[in-house]
Every structure is written in structure tokens, then in C-alpha cells.
């Protein structure tokens, strides 16, 4: 059976975007993530798969990211370091 990212095209509105967004930012402020690495990327694939899935409620959405979050494997890789070397200078991606 095929993912299904990969069997349907569903259109997204603004307001459902807009709560994607919100979750994700959160997710990654707390996961001290820069949005485009590669751990927050997987993350916003599971929040849209999670999301498409029928978790709209904005609250039950986040505590399933934070889940999410809280079960990834531990990242040691220089990538992780520079995250967090990024942020503690300042540094942001939208």
C-alpha cells in the first residue's frame, strides 16, 4: 500500500495552514530545530500526514508532534550541533 502523501492531492486552506505553521513553529522552538534541517522537515511531513490524517484540533495536533518529537532518535550529527550553535547566536529561518 502506498503512502498517502502519494495516493491523494488535497488542497490545504489558508486556516489549515495557518495551524500547521503554528504547530510546527512550536515544535521546533521547543526542540531548539532550525525550520529547514532535516529533523524539523521529517517533523512538518508527519504533522501534514498527522493532519490529513483527521488530528485537526489545533491542541491534540501539538501534543502528537511533541510525541513525535520526544520519540526521534537523538541526532549527534554536526547538523544538530550547528542548530543549536545557530540558535544560541541568534540565528532564525523562517
Known amino acids: 500500500m502506498n503512502p498517502l502523501r502519494t495516493t491523494q492531492c488535497i488542497a490545504l486552506s489558508q486556516p ?14 521547543e526542540q531548539l530545530w532550525l525550520h529547514d534541517s532535516p529533523r524539523a522537515r521529517r517533523h512538518a511531513r508527519m504533522l501534514i500526514d498527522e493532519y490529513l490524517a483527521g488530528t485537526t484540533n489545533e491542541q491534540l495536533l501539538l501534543a502528537v508532534g511533541r510525541w513525535f518529537a520526544s520519540r526521534m532518535p537523538a541526532e549527534t550529527s554536526s547538523a544538530a550541533y550547528g542548530d543549536v550553535l545557530a540558535l544560541s547566536r541568534g540565528e532564525t529561518h523562517p
Open 16 to 29: 489549515d495552514l495557518d495551524t500547521l505553521q503554528r504547530v510546527f513553529d512550536t515544535i521546533c522552538a
